[in-house]
């Protein structure tokens, strides 16, 4: 799970206007010690209380609780100064207890709903990370995998120069990574089963939307070697020639290198005669 001191909750930079916190918590002990508080009561604490109530519980990692409590906030105080870190928590609550698509959703109401609140900042990231924890292996449907990479990608695109941008850049490439190994098992698999014009097709996903990911040396040798399994013999020299343009220092050259030495040794066959036209001779 990724580090949220570190990531999300930077309490000096976002400053997260906690309301005289020394009378808040004043003010909490005492409503703690008054155990005979009707429900009511409670329910309708002060503002302040009722925020340090609900941070004094997501501190012991009772998140179920504090998410809770943060949501009065934002329900009986919206326009309160408080209203984006209580709903900022919500979303933290969410995340830390790996419910990543609740987490997903609370970011999206305060992206939505409070825009110009500096925590959308990070609002984005958290987003892109929960879509990015619900991502799963290649062989699975990919959906949050594509999401993820588009909330990182709008992430970059809005906030370019956060600190957090490098980390969604290499997010994005793990994930495209992904991405490629779905489509070159696919290629894979139909090359096993000797379907190489499929083959062929998956190889070319690969290269062409993935082309800057760690299968797309693998692809291109799987395709010059699909082409060679259909006797292509010039469209075989041509992907081993775009690959040593594209990837001379790839660990895979010595496949290629002893791929063309094949290709180069064997004899150009004949074209075949077409079964349907008359093999008699003309005296």
Avoid: W
Wanted: proline fraction near 5%; hydrophobic fraction near 40%; glycine fraction near 2%.
């Amino acid at each position: 799970m990724i580090a949220f001191n570190h990531l999300f909750f930077y309490e000096g930079s976002f400053e997260l206007k906690n309301i005289a916190i020394c009378t808040a918590a004043a003010c909490l002990f005492a409503v703690i010690n008054f155990g005979c508080s009707s429900s009511k009561e409670v329910e309708s604490l002060p503002l302040e209380v009722r925020y340090a109530r609900a941070l004094e519980k997501f501190n012991k990692h009772d998140y179920l609780d504090a998410a809770d409590d943060f949501k009065i906030v934002t329900v009986q105080y919206p326009g309160s100064l408080v209203a984006d870190s209580a709903q900022f928590y919500i979303a933290q609550c969410r995340y830390r207890r790996e419910e990543y698509i609740l987490a997903a959703s609370e970011c999206d109401v305060l992206i939505r709903t409070m825009p110009s609140s500096p925590l959308v900042e990070r609002a984005r990231f958290m987003k892109a990370m929960a879509d990015y924890e619900l991502s799963p292996q290649p062989e699975l449907d990919q959906k949050y995998t594509k999401q993820a990479i588009d909330d990182f990608q709008s992430f970059i695109e809005y906030f370019p120069t956060d600190s957090l941008a490098k980390d969604a850049a290499a997010k994005i490439q793990e994930l495209n990574n992904k991405l490629a190994k779905k489509e070159y098992d696919n290629a894979e698999l139909y090359y096993r089963l000797e379907y190489y014009r499929a083959a062929i097709q998956y190889f070319d996903i690969v290269l062409d939307r993935y082309h800057d990911t760690d299968y797309a040396d693998d692809a291109l040798l799987g395709k010059a070697e699909a082409l060679h399994q259909r006797h292509d013999k010039a469209g075989a020299l041509e992907a081993i020639g775009l690959f040593y343009q594209k990837y001379p220092s790839s660990n895979l050259k010595p496949d290629v290198d002893l791929l063309k030495a094949q290709i180069e040794s064997e004899k150009t066959e004949p074209p075949k005669k077409n079964p349907g036209l008359s093999t008699s001779a003309t005296p």
